[in-house]
C-alpha cells in the first residue's frame, strides 16, 4: 500500500521560509516522478514543481525563483524549499506521486501553509 506522508507546512511571515516535506513507502521511490500542488481557497488545485525520476525539475512561472523541489531516494523523500514567500502562496500543499509510464497517481492528505501577518 502506497502511502505519502506531508509535514512542514505552518504559519510563516511575508518574506519568510518553509521547507516541506513528502515521505513515501509502499513503492519504488526512484521510480517514480514526484510533485508539489497546491489550491487555495475557492481555486483550482495547481501544480508548483515537479521532479523526475532522474532529477529534472520543472518550476511553476509563479514561483519560479522562489521554490525548489529536491528529492533523496535513499531517504524516499522529496522536498519543496519555499523562499521569499507571500500571502497568494497561502493554500493546502499535496505532495504527488505518479508511476512513470502508467496513468497511476497518489496523493497525500496535504499539508496547509499560511503566509501572513
Known amino acids: 500500500q502506497v502511502q505519502l506522508v506531508e509535514s512542514g507546512g505552518g504559519l510563516v511571515q511575508p518574506g519568510g521560509s518553509l521547507r516541506l516535506s513528502c515521505a513515501a513507502s509502499g513503492i519504488v521511490f526512484s521510480t517514480c516522478a514526484m510533485a508539489w500542488y497546491r489550491q487555495a481557497p475557492g481555486k483550482e488545485r495547481e501544480l508548483v514543481a515537479r521532479?523526475?525520476?532522474?532529477?529534472?525539475?520543472t518550476i511553476a512561472d509563479v514561483v519560479k525563483g522562489r521554490f525548489t523541489i529536491s528529492r533523496d531516494n535513499t531517504r524516499n523523500t522529496v522536498y519543496l524549499q519555499m523562499n521569499s514567500l507571500k500571502p497568494e502562496d497561502t493554500a493546502v500543499y499535496y505532495c504527488n506521486l505518479h508511476v512513470t509510464g502508467t496513468s497511476i497517481d497518489y496523493w497525500g492528505q496535504g499539508t496547509q501553509v499560511t503566509v501572513s501577518s
Open positions: 521532479i523526475f525520476r532522474y532529477g529534472a525539475t
